[in-house]
């Protein structure tokens, strides 16, 4: 299970949006570059500027935008016949480096570790370029959880808030890094195993 799957009825909500920015001469590319633009600016600010922790409120406000952002530009791809080659490889690639810049800022907050904050970077980076790869083999682009794009944004916006709220973080969440690495890492095993599964019955391993 993924919150992804719930992406059918987030789009039957947007589409009447994406059909008036259709007529406005808006394209999926223009989406999804400013989609990754604002991403990169907030995760910069927030890890550079060190705002006010009441800063990290935009976080989980953004995750949600941007969720919507992705399901436009996708929405205008599909639906209204701008999808490309250049469109497919900066949907994949945007996703990467947004993901990453806003991860990054959760650096600064204690009691995390630096080196685990890297490392579900890394993995979440790995865990979408494994979906991408299922089409290379004759599998679909493999949206697999446990925790997927949409979980992660939904665990790191309710860290934003909690962070934004004041409330300190006890002491074991130091686990909780690891914890999302480990379930970053059954992601990509899931998404590997079940691409081989579509295309020739369970993998031996």
């Not at 009447?16 to 989406?31: I, S």
């Not at 800022?105 to 991408?132: H, K, N, Q, R, Y």
Request: charge should be positive.
């Amino acid at each position: 299970m993924s919150i992804y799957e719930l992406k059918p009825r987030f789009q039957a909500l947007l589409r009447p949006l994406v059909l008036r920015l259709h007529r406005a001469g808006v394209t999926a590319n223009q989406v999804t570059i400013a989609a990754c633009g604002l991403s990169v600016a907030l995760g910069l600010w927030l890890f550079f500027a060190a705002p006010p922790l009441g800063a990290f409120a935009l976080v989980p406000l953004w995750m949600f935008l941007r969720m919507a952002f992705n399901a436009i530009d996708g929405m205008l791809a599909r639906e209204h016949h701008q999808q490309s080659a250049l469109g497919a490889f900066l949907n994949e690639l945007t996703d990467v480096v947004s993901d990453a810049a806003l991860y990054l800022p959760f650096a600064l907050v204690l009691p995390f570790s630096p080196f685990w904050v890297g490392t579900v970077i890394v993995l979440a980076g790995l865990s979408e370029f494994t979906g991408a790869l299922g089409p290379t083999v004759g599998a679909s682009r493999r949206y697999d959880g446990p925790l997927g794009k949409s979980d992660r944004a939904f665990v790191f916006g309710a860290l934003g808030l909690y962070v934004a709220l004041g409330g300190p973080l006890p002491a074991w969440t130091a686990w909780l890094m690891p914890l999302l690495a480990l379930l970053v890492a059954w992601t990509i095993v899931n998404r590997v195993r079940r691409a081989l599964a579509e295309i020739s019955g369970p993998p031996i391993i």
